[in-house]
């Protein structure tokens, strides 16, 4: 996966504000007690998509783990809604 350019991101920045906006002012439409948004670093080797999410944390002011399913992860909470940057190994050889 890549990651969106500035248009990209400025469109789902924009997206997500209607969605808030409209989920504020539209009551009877059922939300989900809490959220996520996944950014996945591009494909490469293990050593680099972790260094990758090890960057994503610095600049999210987390600290990045590995997760018991083998995943690298860095995640920031903003209330109920989770921004989580994840690699996965391609295999589990990878990650050793």
């Known amino acids: 996966?890549?990651?969106a350019d500035s248009a990209e991101r400025?469109?789902?920045i924009?997206?997500?504000?209607?969605?808030a906006e409209y989920l504020e002012y539209a009551p009877e439409?059922?939300?989900p007690?809490?959220?996520a948004v996944y950014a996945f670093p591009p494909a490469g080797d293990w050593a680099a998509m972790r260094g990758e999410i090890d960057s994503i944390a610095a600049r999210l002011g987390a600290t990045a783990h590995l997760t018991g399913g083998g995943h690298?992860?860095?995640?920031?909470?903003?209330g109920p809604v989770e921004y989580r940057a994840v690699a996965i190994p391609f295999s589990n050889s990878d990650s050793e």
């Open 14 to 19: 924009s997206g997500f504000r209607g969605l």
């Open 29 to 31: 439409i059922p939300t």
């Open 10 to 12: 400025a469109a789902l």
């Open 72 to 78: 690298y992860v860095a995640i920031r909470c903003f």
């Open 1 to 3: 996966m890549t990651y």
């Open 33 to 35: 007690v809490y959220s």
